[in-house]
Nanobody, 123 residues
Framework: QVQLVESGGGSVQTGGSLRLSCAAS????????MGWFRQAPGKEREFVAA????????YYGDSVKGRFRISRDNAKNTLYLQMNSLKPEDTAVYYC????????????????WGQGTQVTISS
């Protein structure tokens, strides 16, 4: 069992930055590939970024490529999402997810989810 708790969400203006964190507890964090997803009102949950167990491989959704950066600190059992050049269309609830030895863009590949953190970007 893995428990995930996101933090760092908030409200910023267009062009601003936020850094989300996801603290993991339970089974060995470094055995899990991790991902960030987001869900805006009335829309499906969307892939944002993923990172493999070591942090050596990352992958981004097209809408965030070049603006967001995913990273992890296995010593601290923590996943991060640095979000720069934020746009109103980035407004959503952001979720972190853990998948056993996976790095995937698909929601179904992840075993554990956090409760989400709200990000609101104003124009």
């Amino acid at each position: 069992q893995v428990q995930l708790v996101e933090s760092g969400g908030g409200s910023v203006q267009t062009g601003g930055s936020l850094r989300l964190s996801c603290a993991a507890s339970g089974r060995t964090f470094s055995s899990y590939g991790m991902g960030w997803f987001r869900q805006a009102p009335g829309k499906e949950r969307e892939f944002v970024a993923a990172i493999n167990w070591s942090g050596g491989n990352t992958y981004y959704g097209d809408s965030v490529k070049g603006r967001f950066r995913i990273s992890r600190d296995n010593a601290k059992n923590t996943l991060y999402l640095q979000m720069n050049s934020l746009k109103p269309e980035d407004t959503a609830v952001y979720y972190c997810a853990a998948g056993w030895r996976k790095m995937s863009t698909f929601r179904g590949d992840y075993d554990y989810w956090g409760q989400g953190t709200q990000v609101t970007i104003s124009s």
